[in-house]
């Protein structure tokens, strides 16, 4: 099965920009794609954004303030929730998981630490892309501590 295979990722001025390609993926050339970003502890929240496609090559972004839902909101300190990032064909549904397997990278999750923006109202949510430890591209999103 294919995936979306991550080559960069570019969080800031309160955006994320994730650009790839579609590795192992069969279509045609006018296939639609829409990113998906699905919350860990509930898959049924799901945010959507669009897709440039190119020859394979893929590129999208989003404003992180869409990470910040309403239960996040009137959580505590402390709190996070979790966004994995998937690449949805629209005219069949199939979705790959978006991620980085095709170095010799080991340890990615602990190699790759990407700069942490502030949202809110406040700043008073954290919002940060990370790689897991099967290499697949997520978001975590949440209020610190006080400190």
């Known amino acids: 099965m294919g995936h979306a295979e991550v080559e960069r990722v570019w969080p800031r001025d309160g955006r994320i920009r994730i650009e790839g390609r579609l ?21 049924n929240r799901v945010l959507r954004f669009p897709v440039r496609v190119t020859a394979g090559a893929f590129d999208f972004a989003f404003p992180i303030t869409e990470l910040i839902t309403p239960r996040l909101r009137a959580a505590a300190p402390g709190t996070r929730q979790v966004w994995d990032v998937f690449l949805v064909r629209e005219r069949d549904g199939l979705r790959v998981r978006a991620g980085r397997h095709l170095d010799d990278i080991a340890n990615r999750a602990e190699v790759f630490v990407y700069p942490a923006q502030r949202a809110g109202e406040n700043d008073e949510f954290v919002v940060r892309p990370f790689y897991t430890p099967d290499d697949h591209l997520s978001v975590r999103c ?5 400190a």
């Open 23 to 43: 590795h192992e993926v069969t279509g045609t050339a006018g296939d639609r794609w829409t990113a998906e970003l699905r919350g860990r502890r509930d898959p």
């Open 142 to 146: 949440g209020k610190p501590q006080s």
